[in-house]
């Protein structure tokens, strides 16, 4: 749950998880470990290379516009001294900056992964995600200065 974030999701990799483990119980080493740490390593790989799933990765970038329409109306109802956000013009302007920055966008700022996380789910080193949120950010500003 700490790294999917999604409770049907989660259940399903931990069922996948359990049928993966009940198959390979045969090379679980005593002497390696404790018979916790091998099922948790079992479940936590499983759940990673979901999140490094290319049908995952679609799944992010297709956000649901809804839910930030949602994040949005929260934002203008509960801060009163920041001006109201058109999410029309939201949407138009984030998705004229590229994919390799707005996806990184995306994972931190929507769906609250750490930068840490997110460079360990896209197989990138954490300065590469570092400097691709900055730019993000900074073209987004860029835009809305228009």
Same mark, same amino acid.
């Given at each position: ?13 931990? @069922? ?42 679609? @799944? ?21 001294? #920041? ?31 750490? @930068? ?12 590469? #995600? ?17």
């Amino acid at each position: 749950m700490k790294l999917v974030r999604r409770t049907d999701i989660t259940e399903d990799l931990l @069922q996948d998880a359990i049928v993966k483990i009940w198959k390979h119980i045969d090379s679980f080493d005593p002497a390696k470990g404790t018979l916790f740490t091998w099922m948790l390593n079992i479940a936590r790989n499983h759940a990673i290379d979901y999140l490094r799933s290319s049908g995952y990765k679609n @799944q992010l970038q297709n956000v649901n516009m809804d839910l930030l329409s949602g994040q949005m109306d929260y934002i203008s109802a509960t801060t009163s001294n #920041i001006p109201e956000v058109d999410v029309k013009d939201f949407k138009t302007q984030a998705l004229q900056i590229e994919s390799k920055y707005s996806e990184i966008i995306d994972m931190i700022f929507f769906y609250g992964f750490t @930068q840490q996380q997110t460079a360990t789910m896209l197989n990138l080193p954490l300065g590469t #995600i570092k400097t691709r949120a900055r730019k993000g950010l900074r073209m987004l500003k860029t835009l809305y200065k228009k």
